[in-house]
């Protein structure tokens, strides 16, 4: 810790608020039944299809879950946007250039010629308490599907801020800035 602290890398007042919040989401049914739902897939399809991360404090993302579909890279993920849990659904893409075809992935990489375009589909504030099962299949299914609109999840306890009297569906053809649809 005096490595740290000489270095002036300890937070000296952590973000209790924002830690606490974390804490009660890490703790409640909401991950479990996200975890358990990626096992479950992945069981099914008897390999990994479903890569599922997890993140350490003070990140405020907390938990990923991706799905590789040739060079892209679909991704369902839980942060914590000012205080609140978060779903965001992102596109991750390789960018192909004239040598990227030609070469390997690592030669592109280490000239700096490996670039990624990350185009955030969608997210959503919502309450963990009010999310059910049938939700978590939902989602995994729009995550699999490669985002396709027409299977564009319902999203419970949004909240008011996030015009939760709306569909998801109108909320993302509105594009709210806390509800995103396809910016990078």
């Not at 009660?24 to 739902?37: H, M, Q, S, Y």
């Not at 192909?96 to 690592?106: A, G, K, M, Q, Y």
């Not at 564009?152 to 806390?178: I, Q």
């Amino acid at each position: 810790m005096e490595f740290l602290e000489d270095r002036h890398l300890v937070q000296k007042e952590p973000d209790l608020p924002l830690f606490e919040i974390r804490k009660a989401v890490e703790a409640g049914e909401f991950l479990k039944i996200l975890d358990r739902t990626a096992k479950t897939i992945n069981s099914t399809a008897g390999s990994l299809l479903i890569d599922a991360q997890s993140y350490l404090w003070p990140e405020p993302l907390i938990r990923s879950f991706a799905v590789q579909k040739g060079r892209e890279e679909f991704v369902m993920q839980i942060e914590l946007w000012e205080g609140c849990p978060t779903l965001s659904f992102i596109v991750r893409r390789a960018r192909e250039t004239f040598l990227s075809r030609f070469l390997p992935w690592v030669i592109t990489h280490w000239l700096g010629l490996h670039e990624m375009e990350i185009v955030v589909k969608s997210a959503y504030t919502f309450d963990t308490a009010r999310v059910t099962s049938r939700n978590v299949d939902d989602w995994f299914i729009y995550l699999l599907s490669g985002f396709e609109r027409s299977l564009l999840p319902a999203f419970p306890g949004t909240r008011p801020a996030d015009r939760a009297s709306e569909s998801a569906a109108k909320a993302v053809e509105a594009r709210d800035p806390v509800i995103a649809d396809e910016f990078s």
